[in-house]
Every structure is written in structure tokens, then in C-alpha cells.
């Protein structure tokens, strides 16, 4: 998969991406405009938390797992060991999560209090209601994580990136027509029928792989060009745990699903923490880390993407080369997106939560304590997005434990940093300690990772970091001037002439401070670079 191949797949996650975006924001407005920063919502986060880390575990670790396996499997012409392992793995989730969502329902009058220690008994009784009511949606979601993998394997980024738009168009339907009625356990039955739309929406993708195996048709022309008919290639009641595939993908995502829950500790801490601020701390926490994820999900999000199955390939065949040139070209094609996005959202953080969710429910005092957290987050925008591109190298290595390692590092040094830094500075705090516990990880990962394949060129990589940064500052002075002279106009049109502003600002400052490669990324975009 040489430059062009990801470059045309960049193009095509992004692209659905900002669609399932734009309706996700569309989707919180509507959240936020019914239920704001108020105790209630508090209670759905909480209620949350343990359907959430279920998911978060088995949704990053299955992709990060299946496509190294699924696709050295495509590039030795096995295909149907590919879809034999994929069949158990459907089933074996299937029955294990049933069971898990059922343990879950009878555990969360335990667990809730645990997790929310500063909640009044009422608020616990709610929270407890709601996490049993969004139990079974974490057996639908995981099976999404499942068919994301085998869609990228073969290359297939469309599905997989658009599947955020029936999620948000469920949830916006069903909060419009009985948001108000239900209140609160509206919105959980709503998360509910958006993950199952979610996982149905995977599946007429993937029953084209499996007709078109059928027939004879290569659908792994990318990776394994092979034409043999695979009758595994459909859903079956397969159950062999004792395929060696099966069995690789477990010692893979054992480590991954640890590093996962030590991961979700971050976040369980500071809710738990946040629970003893004032009321609505958890809400600003959610809504301040959702703008902030923006960029992430948009740009960053569709780059690892297709990156991803790349460096996989590349590790299968040998060629430590590309898969260098592979990190090191996506460290900085992030870096060109990410340190701009960074200044915009310190500059304009309030007026876009403002124009974003306040109306309703989400009062000004919502807005700036949901700009309190943007901040501190904020300034972990670029370290995420090198920790995105680094974990996806391990995995691609098929070192799993190294990350593991060092996220339990991670994880002590957030906790420390939340008790250091909740006093002075509240929730804002807690965001902090997130963001330097993120800078620990990828400190540590990157020399760790040199070790492992030698030098990814970082004299280049801090050269592109610099000009960069330079460009970003003058584009930030800029910005802030735009948006103080268009405000007397109104809030939407100050907003949207600053951002545009900014952009054409920041296009110049790259020419100015000659950032070779945002000439690449152009070219990268326009799918015109040569193959390698």
C-alpha cells in the first residue's frame, strides 16, 4: 500500500468522517439542548462508564489485533483462515458479552457507588437505573469493533467511517420525538437503538465481501490477489478455540485489553473525583473532551486509519524501511493539523462551545465550565495524536506488552497530576493531569520504539515541529484579532470568518516558514504522488 493508496484512503475517511462529525455535534447539540450540565446528565455519564470501558477495551483491541492477523493471512492467499477465525471470534463474542451484560445488570447497584462516591442517593438510584438499561448495547457495538477490522484488512474505509451517521441520526430521532416525554431514560434507551443501528449498518459491507468471495471474486486485490471460492467467507456457528489464529489474536489482545482498562482508569478516576466538585463538573469534563476530540476524530482518526493495515503489511513483508517512513511521514502530517487545531481551540474555545451547545438546558455557566476543561485538554491535542500513530506501530510489530508497560506508568502519573492539580484549578485539574499523563506515555513509547527499529528520523521530525508551531502562532494572533473585530456581527459569523481567517493565515505561514511538508500533505490529498 504505497503513498498514494493512503492518501486516497485518508481522503475517503476524512470525507465521511466530517458527515458522521457534523451529525455527532448535531446529535450532542440536541443532548445538551434537552439535558445541559445538570445532575441528571451527570447520572448518564456515570451510568456510562461501565458499558463504556467494556467497549472501549474490546473497540480499539480487536482492530488493533485482527487487522496484523487478518491481514498476513490476505497476503499468503489464506483468506479462509481468515474468515474461519473471524466466524469464531463473532460467536465467541456473542456469548461472552450476553454474559457480560447480564453480570453487569445484577453488579450495578455495587459498582455505581463506587464510582460516583460525591452522587446523592437519588442520583446513584438513577445512575444505577440507566447503566442496566445501555447493558446490552456493548454485544452490538463490540461486533461493529469486529466488522471494522475485517472491512480494513481488506481496505474498505468507507463503512466503517460513516457508521457514526446512523448512530446520531437514531439517537436525534428518537431524543426529538421522545426526549421530552422520557427525559433522561430517554436518552439511555436512545444510546441503546443507536448501537444496534450501528452494527446493522456494517453488515450489508460485509455480506458484499462474502458474496463476492463466493463467487470467485478477489476482494483482497490489494493485499493477496487470490481468486480460490472460500465457503467460510459468511456468518457461520463456528466455534474453534483451538485455531491457532483464534489463539494469536488472544495473546495479542490480552495485553491491549489490560492497557485498555488501566487506560479507562484515567477516566474512571476523574469522574470519581469529579463527582465531589460542584454539580455539572462530569457534563463540562464530557463536553469539553468531545470538542477537543474533534480534530482527533476528523483528521488524526482517518490518518492511523489508513496507515494502520500499511505498517502491518509492511512488518509481514519485511520492509522495516517503508515501515519507518511510514511513522515518521504520519508523525508529521499530524502535527500539521493537530498544532493548528490546538491554537484555534485556545483561542476560540468559548464562543464555539457557546455556539455549539448552549440554548436550553446548557446554560452560559455550562459553556465556561466546559471551556475550563477545553483548555487543559487542549493541550494534549498534539501528544494524542502522536500516541495514536505510535500505539498502532507496536501493534502493527505485534508487541502488544510494551504498551501495556507503559500505560500503568501513565496511569500513576494522571492520578498524581489529578491530586496536584484538582485544587487550585477544579475540573480544569482533572483535564490537566490527563493531558501530562499522555505526555509521560509518549515520551517513554518513543524511545522505546527507536530502540526497537532504530532512528524514525526525529531531527526532521522536530524541524517540521517548529516551523509548524511558528506558522500556528501567527495564525492564533491573527485569529484573535478577527474574531474580537467581527463579534459586534454576531457570534456565528465572528466564529466562522476567524476560522476562515485562520486558514488561509495558516496556509501562508507554512510558504513563509517553508514546511516542506505541507506540500506532501497537498499532494497526499489530491491522491497525485506517485506510487512508490
Known amino acids: 500500500m504505497g503513498r498514494r493508496s493512503v492518501a486516497k484512503a485518508t481522503a475517503i475517511i476524512t470525507t465521511a468522517s466530517i458527515l458522521s462529525k457534523c451529525l455527532g455535534f448535531a446529535r450532542e447539540t440536541v443532548v445538551a439542548k434537552f439535558f445541559g450540565a445538570t445532575s441528571q446528565t451527570d447520572a448518564y455519564l456515570v451510568a456510562f462508564i461501565i458499558p463504556g470501558v467494556i467497549l472501549s477495551l474490546l473497540g480499539g483491541a480487536l482492530p488493533g489485533t485482527m487487522i496484523p492477523v487478518f491481514t498476513e493471512f490476505l497476503g499468503s492467499h489464506r483468506e479462509d483462515r481468515a474468515w474461519r477465525m473471524s466466524n469464531t471470534l463473532t460467536n465467541l463474542i456473542i456469548i461472552t458479552l450476553s454474559l457480560g451484560a447480564i453480570l453487569g445488570w445484577y453488579l ?4 455505581v457507588p463506587l464510582l460516583a462516591p460525591g452522587f446523592s442517593q437519588e442520583v446513584i438510584d438513577l445512575a444505577v437505573y440507566l447503566t442496566r438499561i445501555m447493558m446490552p448495547m456493548v454485544v452490538f457495538l463490540t461486533l461493529s469493533g469486529l466488522a471494522t477490522a475485517i472491512l480494513q484488512s481488506y481496505q474498505k474505509f468507507a463503512f466503517p467511517a460513516l457508521m457514526g451517521i446512523p448512530y446520531s441520526i437514531t439517537m436525534i430521532l428518537f431524543l426529538v420525538a421522545f426526549g421530552q416525554r422520557l427525559g433522561i431514560v430517554g436518552l439511555a434507551l436512545a444510546t441503546v437503538l443507536a448501537g444496534i443501528s450501528q452494527c446493522l449498518f456494517l453488515l450489508p459491507a460485509l455480506s458484499g465481501l462474502a458474496k463476492r468471495r463466493r463467487s470467485g471474486i478477489p476482494v483482497g486485490e490489494a493485499v493477496g490477489k487470490s481468486t480460490e471460492k472460500v465457503p467460510q467467507a459468511r456468518f457461520k456457528f463456528l466455534l474453534d478455540l483451538k485455531d491457532p489464529a483464534v489463539a494469536q489474536v488472544g495473546r495479542l489482545i490480552i495485553p491491549i485489553l489490560i492497557a485498555g482498562a488501566v487506560g479507562q482508569i484515567n477516566a474512571i478516576v476523574d469522574r470519581t473525583m469529579a463527582s465531589r466538585l460542584p454539580e455539572g463538573s462530569i457534563a463540562a469534563l464530557n463536553y469539553g473532551h468531545k470538542v477537543m476530540a474533534l480534530p482527533l476524530g476528523l483528521f488524526v482518526g482517518a490518518i492511523t486509519t489508513a496507515i ?19 511513522i515518521s511521514d504520519g508523525l508529521r502530517m499530524v502535527s500539521l493539523i493537530m498544532i493548528p487545531s490546538a491554537v484555534g481551540l485556545l483561542v476560540l474555545g468559548e464562543p464555539i462551545i457557546q455556539l455549539l451547545f448552549q440554548r436550553g438546558a446548557f446554560t452560559h455557566e455550562a459553556t465556561i465550565l466546559s471551556n475550563q476543561a477545553l483548555r487543559f485538554y487542549t493541550l494534549g491535542l498534539l501528544p494524542l495524536s502522536f500516541q495514536m500513530i505510535i500505539a498502532k506501530a507496536f501493534w502493527a510489530y505485534q508487541d502488544t506488552w510494551s504498551p501495556l508497560k507503559v500505560s500503568v506508568i501513565a496511569v500513576l502519573s494522571n492520578i498524581a497530576f489529578n491530586f496536584i492539580f484538582i485544587g487550585p484549578l477544579g475540573h480544569g485539574g482533572l483535564a490537566l493531569g490527563t493531558t501530562l499523563s ?50 459586534p456581527q454576531g457570534l456565528l459569523l465572528s466564529v466562522a470568518g476567524s476560522i476562515f481567517c485562520g486558514i488561509i493565515i495558516y496556509v501562508f505561514g507554512l510558504v513563509l516558514f517553508g514546511v516542506e511538508e505541507a506540500k506532501s500533505f497537498a499532494s497526499l490529498l489530491r491522491g497525485r504522488l506517485a506510487k512508490e
Open 108 to 111: 450495578a447497584p455495587t459498582l
Open 308 to 326: 494502520y493495515p500499511s505498517l502491518s503489511l509492511s512488518i509481514a513483508q519485511g520492509k522495516l524501511s517503508e515501515f519507518k517512513r511510514g
Open 438 to 487: 499522555v505526555v509521560v506515555w509518549v515520551s517513554i513509547m518513543t524511545v522505546l520504539l527507536r530502540r526497537k527499529v532504530g532512528p524514525l528520523g526525529g531531527g526532521k521530525i522536530v524541524a517540521s515541529l517548529v516551523r509548524v508551531s511558528l506558522a500556528g502562532l501567527v495564525m492564533g494572533i491573527c485569529v484573535l484579532q478577527v474574531y474580537k473585530l467581527l463579534l
